[in-house]
């Protein structure tokens, strides 16, 4: 087992999540932001300087949290962004060693939600599965405002028919506590992380720690330290460790929108200190799910 995480919510700068890591105690960074950019769409040179401050380092990528098919990629629209982004990331994450590659099954406008887009879906993620395979790469979908998302049987078609040991699970225990269950007909509830988790857990290689609760006035989520909201992320991490889960732990804490106006270098700050914090208390979670 080991620990990694979004560490572009200590800082989009690449030196920084560098420190992030090391004050940790960890070997791993779950890249999607960088600056600007991300690890597909970096120039030539800057990717130059990315490989080269890694080594320096010691501090590896082990997942690339890419953008494709993700929740600003319509299914109503083509799917060219992302293929193209898949075919940019391959040869940059075997330079690197990556082996796995975020993606999700491209987003549903809500108007939409009742239609089935199944076999779009599978069309296009077979695609986007290929290209992965063809570079010695796993792509894990995550179950975060996407069409296999909204809901546990959409992931477990997903996975039926695209058939491919190249396409597994990541499954983010926050994502379910403010997205709704959309099967049959509205109003929907809202998901169970434990029951979505407990459905699609045979397929899970990788898991991001996500926490929180749904403010139901405003229909939104409010992020909070793991352990301390709804996404049963205790009992999710036990039960993985009976299982026999030697994984990573990537954590996503999404909670810099609690700094608001604190000022630029104030927030920059806040957000190193947020994410080094929430690494250190999921360390002391899973020691707890451990025993």
């Known amino acids: 087992m080991y620990y990694t995480g979004f560490a572009d919510e200590a800082s989009p700068n690449l030196d920084v999540q560098i420190k992030a890591t090391k004050e940790l105690g960890w070997k791993f960074i779950e890249t999607r932001k960088i600056g600007d950019s991300s690890l597909a769409f970096l120039d030539d040179k800057a990717f130059d300087d990315l ?18 098919a993700n929740w600003a990629k319509p299914i109503t629209e083509s799917p ?51 290209i992965a395979a063809d570079g010695g790469i796993t792509c894990v979908h995550e179950n975060c405002m996407n069409w296999g998302s909204l809901n546990y049987d959409n992931t477990l078609r997903i996975l039926d028919a695209v058939k491919s040991p190249n396409l597994k699970l990541v499954f983010d225990t926050g994502n379910p506590v403010s997205s709704d269950d959309v099967r049959g007909s509205g109003p929907y509830k809202k998901q169970s992380a434990w029951e979505f988790y407990n459905a699609v857990k045979d397929h899970v290689i990788y898991i991001h720690i996500k926490d929180g609760h749904c403010d139901s006035a405003k229909d939104k989520s409010v992020y909070t330290f793991p352990g301390e909201g709804d996404g049963d992320v205790k009992r999710i991490l036990t039960d993985l460790f009976k299982r026999g889960y030697d994984g990573g732990i990537s954590i996503e804490p999404h909670m810099t929108s609690i700094f608001h106006e604190e000022g630029q270098d104030r927030k920059e700050k806040l957000c190193y200190e947020n994410y080094v914090e929430y690494g250190r208390r999921i360390m002391k979670i899973v020691a707890d799910c451990k025993k």
């Open 51 to 68: 490989c080269r401050k890694l080594a320096e380092s010691g501090v590896s990528f082990n997942c690339f949290g890419s953008g494709i």
């Open 80 to 130: 060219e962004s992302s293929y193209d982004e898949m075919r940019k990331a391959v040869p940059r994450m075997q330079k690197l060693g990556i082996k796995m590659v975020r993606i999700m099954s491209f987003a549903v406008p809500k108007e939409l939600r009742g239609k089935d887009f199944f076999d779009e879906v599978v069309k296009r993620l077979k695609v986007i599965v290929k």
